[in-house]
Every structure is written in structure tokens, then in C-alpha cells.
């Protein structure tokens, strides 16, 4: 009895034996397996490296910002520049366009006053040839402030005061007084004064002695200086 009770124990525990380790089997292939320390391992490093794209990513747009923006301001800088040369350069070339038109005119005026004077010159040297020539007379407008003396002394006349009885003798009938002319009045100026007749004159006009108005054009003739009526 006691043998067959040994034999159940030990049949039960070597079964035991057996089904343990079949039932830790079973269990285990139930259970889902925990995740490999390898693969944890790599998805921290690609979210360390997608993080560190980012960073770069994000620093690299805004080093290409910076850039853009350094360009920019260059491009604003060399422009201003070349818009400040350009104002100078236009500005240079208008003063020196007016410059020159300045000077032109001032050449053109300059023209014209020397043609003038030399017209003058010209006319005023054919007037004396003429008169020297006896080609005939000039004449003379009287202004206020003017005598005979003092036209008689003008370049353009005789240069010589004391012929002017020469002018009085060419114009004794527009002339009461020698003494006493009138502005507008327009006198004959003799051109052909012959040197008797100069000689005369200057005499006279040196010897008449003191004068007074009204004296009359009688005084003014000496014997051979004839009056013509």
C-alpha cells in the first residue's frame, strides 16, 4: 500500500515536471516581447538628428536672410551713389553748358561792340577825310550846356575851340548871337576850311575882346572876313 502511494507521488510529480515548463511555454508565446534596446536606440537618434536638420534648416534660412538683406542694403548704398554721381555729373554739365553759352554771348557782344567802335572808328575817320578832302559838310545838333567854343573843340569837329567863328560864319543865318545857341538847333559843320580861313578865325576868336550878350553879330567880322549874305 505504502509503495503504491510512492509510485502515484512520483508518476504526479514528474508530470508536473513535465506540463511546468510546457505551460511557461505557452505563456511566454502569449506575452508580446519587449522592444529591442537596438531599435529604442535608434529612433532617439533619428529624432536627435531630425531635430538637428531642423536647427540647420532654420539657421540656414536665416543666414540666407541676412544675406539677402546684406545685398540688399549693398544694392541700396551703390545706387544712392550712382544716383548722387549721375545729379553731379548733370549737374557739372549744365553749369559748364550755361558756362559756355555765357561766354558765347559775351564773345557775340564783344563782336558787336568791337564791330561797332570799328564802324564808329570808321565812320567817324571817313568823316574826317571827307572833311579834310572838301567833300562837304557834317552837321551838328545843339544840347543843352553846348556853345560854339565847345563844339568847335569836339575830336569828331575841328579838336581846336578858337575856330568856332568858322561855325558862326557857316550858320549866321540860324544864329542872332554866337554867344547865345539853342539845344535842336542843327549847324553846317565846314570840312574844306581852307588855312586862311583858320588863320582868320583863331585870330578872331583870340582878339574880339570881352563880351556881353546881345553884343550883334557885327562884332564878330573883321575887315576880310567877309559875312555872306
Known sequence: MRKSGFKFFVIVFGFILIVAPLFSVVSCAKKKPPAPVVEKITEDEEMRKAEEARKKAEEEEKRKAEEDAR????EDARRKVEEKRKAQAEEAAKAEEEAKLKAEAEARREA?????S?????ATTAAREEAKAGEGKSSHEVVKGESLWKIAKYKDVYENPFMWPVIYKANHDKIKDPDLIYP???FSIPGDVSSEDKNKA???AKTRGEWSLHDGPEKYWEPGYKKTK
Do not use: C, D, F, I
Open 71 to 74: 545685398l540688399r542694403a549693398e
Open 112 to 116: 558787336e561792340e568791337k564791330k561797332v
Open 118 to 122: 570799328a564802324g564808329e572808328e570808321t
Open 184 to 186: 535842336k538847333q542843327v
Open 202 to 204: 583863331v585870330h578872331h
